[in-house]
T-cell receptor, first 113, second 110 residues
Framework: DGGITQSPKYLFRKEGQNVTLSCEQN?????MYWYRQDPGQGLRLIYY???????QKGDIAEGYSVSREKKESFPLTVTSAQKNPTAFYLC????????????FGEGSRLTVL | KQEVTQIPAALSVPEGENLVLNCSFT??????LQWFRQDPGKGLTSLLL?????REQTSGRLNASLDKSSGRSTLYIAASQPGDSATYLC?????????FGTGTRLLVSP
């Protein structure tokens, strides 16, 4: 079955540690996105990538980093510079920007202890 | 800057009712509008996608309409069921990327 796989589903981190969230898709989509969701707020875009080896900052990129070395993979690293990292993180993909339907993974919940 | 608003924030109805969820946006220069469903602790599932040139889309008991000139979209759910209970989000894609509303939390009681 085609889809997007995020891992881990739950992650606990001590302050000062970097963590990497995995996102893999087998939909052959060019565009991939990372969103953050906080209670009572809409989804906010962290980073997006329209093609391999290229990515752009979204609205809240500070404290995060990404890479796009393969079409299928778009990992997100939450660095120690992110002041409030506890949140629900969602990865999504689409054939391309403006081309329609967005598909989401099941999300990763990060808690900083 | 595109802003997307969804009203109401929460809605509780008895099973069987027809209901309407609203989504409004401030910039009519959009590529498309998409409605999603989110169950607690889960990712988003796409329900309907309306391209900017379209007026509505239908899937089963769901019907979504789009009025670009007034900056509005509605999601109509016919004969609601307890399994429809979830948060419904709309998202507008334009030059300023994809912007999400904060959602409407729907509870359908048996």
């Amino acid at each position: 079955d085609g889809g997007i796989t995020q891992s881990p589903k739950y992650l606990f981190r001590k302050e000062g540690q970097n963590v990497t969230l995995s996102c893999e898709q087998n939909l052959n989509h060019d565009a991939m996105y990372w969103y953050r969701q906080d209670p009572g707020q809409g989804l906010r875009l962290i980073y997006y990538s329209q093609i391999v080896n290229d990515f752009q900052k979204g609205d809240i990129a500070e404290g995060y980093s990404v890479s796009r070395e393969k079409k299928e993979s778009f990992p997100l690293t939450v660095t120690s510079a992110q002041k409030n990292p506890t949140a629900f993180y969602l990865c999504a993909s689409a054939r391309g920007r403006g081309t329609g339907e967005l598909f989401f993974g099941e999300g990763s919940r990060l808690t900083v202890l | 800057k595109q802003e997307v608003t969804q009203i109401p924030a929460a809605l509780s109805v008895p099973e069987g009712e027809n209901l309407v969820l609203n989504c409004s946006f401030t910039d009519s220069a959009i590529y498309n509008l998409q409605w999603f469903r989110q169950d607690p602790g889960k990712g988003l599932t796409s329900l309907l996608l309306i391209q900017s040139s379209q007026r509505e889309q239908t899937s089963g008991r769901l019907n979504a309409s789009l009025d670009k000139s007034s900056g509005r979209s509605t999601l109509y759910i016919a004969a609601s069921q307890p399994g429809d209970s979830a948060t419904y989000l709309c998202a507008v894609e334009g030059f300023q990327k994809l912007v999400f509303g904060t959602g409407t939390r729907l509870l359908v009681s048996p």
